[in-house]
């Protein structure tokens, strides 16, 4: 579809963003039409067909959950299922967002747009209607060979929906949040985000948390002049600094102190840090990407993590699946691996037997990835033949068995039992409160009572 001759809906009930738009938009497109009030959409698509719709996720409500947003969408959808809808939200809003083309959206824009972007987004979302296809089937989310490049393999659709968060959030400055158990590749997400930003250019940095003691927190982080301390005989650049332009990535997140936890919230806060041994603020320019498998709401419960630096981390949460929930996938790794060390310790692909398969197919792997990458690499280099066999594959006695019942902690509260629950079961549906209602066993709005209950 050629912009010039492309009709165009705006529905926001903030004036300023219906004039920006408008006013973006007037001289690249044959028709804008712009409307404050949503519940008029309806009666305009009777009236005339759009090209593209670009729909505020919120109006009415100041809970800014994005369901008003879902809610009209389903309503373009219901009377026109090939309507071009892309959703207009803010950053706080992104995961809300990604849910919206789960729903049928074929996009959304992030306040605030860069006009050059606007004009592409919606550009790329009239490509299919020239190609005489319609929104009514959208495809399935495609994963980028690139992503091999990262070891991110995945067929599975827990993998799919990771890449296709991926996808979407990478180019934003939306600070990311990765959880998920240990081995389950984080970093490598963490490494994907950064070579699809706008950043990617720039450094990317790491820094283990975990191993990083309160003595040395701020030197690491903040960097130290020379002199600051005893062992300081030179001038020291802090990740954040080295990070600059870039990405810094934040491993272990979940392990640092309350003391610890201040102090990078000031940085964040601030976006400046102070070296040690300074009072000279230095500006820091970076994107963060935090990954953690603790559970970090559960700590923020027991008063063990700061809230409001959870609110810092994680403009987008993205959780990474364990490898024994993702199906077939534990034998696309498998091989992928097995190409790479007989390649790298100079022996021949080898094959799986059939048994072998089945066996890597049912054991949990505690270890998820890194656990697999680790057994079958000591597969492919002691094996006796070029079929690996059952016997081959050793699983590490260092990896403890996943629990198939919750061990006896002692006495429990009913109110944390119950709010444990809604954590999980909000998790298990990226935040889909409908879905967690249903399978709570309660409607919405009770839902939403326990959360405030909870102040979760």
Avoid at 190 to 218: C, N, W, Y
Wanted: net charge neutral; aromatic share 6%; no cysteine.
């Amino acid at each position: 579809m050629i912009l010039k001759k492309a009709r165009i809906l705006v529905v926001d009930d903030d004036t300023d963003v219906l004039f920006a738009v408008r006013m973006l938009l007037k001289p690249e497109v044959q028709e804008v039409v712009t409307e404050k009030n949503p519940e008029l959409l309806l009666s305009l698509l009777s009236k005339q067909r759009f090209d593209a719709i670009f729909l505020d996720m919120n109006y009415k409500s100041t809970l800014g959950t994005g369901n008003e947003g879902l809610y009209w969408l389903g309503k373009i959808r219901e009377k026109d299922p090939s309507a071009t809808v892309i959703m207009i939200t803010a950053h706080g809003e992104i995961s809300t967002a990604v849910r919206s083309l789960k729903a049928g959206a074929t996009d959304f824009i992030v306040k605030p747009w860069h006009n050059a972007q606007l004009l592409e987004t919606l550009a790329a979302a009239l490509e299919p209607k020239e190609a005489g296809k319609t929104a009514a089937t959208p495809a399935a989310p495609r994963r980028p060979a690139s992503f091999a490049e990262f070891s991110l393999l995945g067929e599975s659709e827990a993998m799919q929906e990771v890449f296709h968060k991926i996808e979407k959030v990478a180019p934003t400055e939306a600070n990311i949040l990765l959880l998920g158990e240990n081995g389950t590749g984080k970093e490598l997400v963490a490494k994907a985000l950064h070579q699809r930003s706008f950043r990617a250019a720039k450094p990317f940095v790491t820094a283990d948390l975990a191993a990083m003691s309160e003595g040395i927190f701020e030197s690491e982080l903040f960097g130290h002049k020379k002199g600051a301390f005893t062992d300081a005989r030179e001038d020291r650049v802090g990740r954040f600094a080295a990070a600059s332009g870039g990405t810094l990535f934040l491993d272990e997140i979940g392990n640092i102190s309350l003391a610890q936890q201040a102090k990078l919230l000031t940085a964040l806060q601030n976006r400046q840090v102070i070296p040690v041994g300074s009072n000279a603020p230095v500006a820091i320019d970076i994107r963060l990407i935090s990954a953690t498998n603790a559970p970090l709401y559960e700590l923020a419960a027991q008063q063990r993590f700061r809230k409001d630096l959870i609110y810092r981390l994680n403009t987008v949460e993205i959780t990474l699946p364990p490898l024994r929930a993702r199906g077939d996938d534990v034998l696309l790794l498998a091989r992928h691996f097995a190409d790479i060390y007989a390649a790298r310790n100079r022996k021949p692909t080898p094959d799986f037997a059939p048994d072998t398969l089945q066996k890597l197919r049912q054991h949990s792997w505690p270890g998820n990835v890194r656990e697999l990458q680790h057994t079958v690499e000591r597969a492919v280099i002691l094996a006796e033949s070029d079929t690996l066999r059952p016997q081959d594959f050793h699983f590490s006695a260092m990896e403890a068995p996943v629990p198939n019942a919750v061990p006896d902690e002692g006495p429990l509260q009913l109110s944390e039992v119950e709010k444990n629950t809604i954590l999980r079961v909000i998790e298990r549906h990226n935040g889909n409160i409908t879905k967690a209602a249903k399978e709570l066993g309660l409607t919405r709005t009770a839902l939403y009572r326990r959360l405030e209950k909870h102040d979760l």
